[in-house]
Nanobody, 116 residues
Framework: QVQLVESGGGLVQPGGSLRLSCAAS????????MAWYRQAPGKERNLVAA????????YLDDSVKGRFTISRDKFKNMVWLQMNGLKPEDTAVYYC?????????WGQGTQVIVSS
């Protein structure tokens, strides 16, 4: 059974850091492009960052470039999102999925709140 479980969110002050983790079950993820998405209140879910299975291609949305880093360990089926210099506009529920996303893979997400 395919399952993605996100963790690591929380409340952080502006300028702070968080590291989100995504644990993926199933070996199919080893060759897949893995990605982080986020959904702010009242807004659509958007792609934030992605990383290819062979690590050669990374994508970062312009809004997070220079602040966020995506990484993965294929053998452990883990994907991380290191978030530095957090801003209030980064407040959202963060999800991991493949890219392009598969609807049945969405997990519960992890809430990130950036507020003083």
């Amino acid at each position: 059974q395919v399952q993605l479980v996100e963790s690591g969110g929380g409340l952080v002050q502006p300028g702070g850091s968080l590291r989100l983790s995504c644990a993926a079950s199933g070996s199919i993820f080893r060759s897949s492009v893995m990605a982080w998405y986020r959904q702010a209140p009242g807004k659509e879910r958007n792609l934030v960052a992605a990383i290819s299975g062979d690590f050669t291609t990374n994508y970062l949305d312009d809004s997070v470039k220079g602040r966020f880093t995506i990484s993965r360990d294929k053998f452990k089926n883990m994907v991380w999102l290191q978030m530095n210099g957090l801003k209030p506009e980064d407040t959202a529920v963060y999800y991991c999925n493949v890219q392009p996303p598969i609807a049945t893979y969405w997990g519960q997400g992890t809430q990130v709140i950036v507020s003083s």
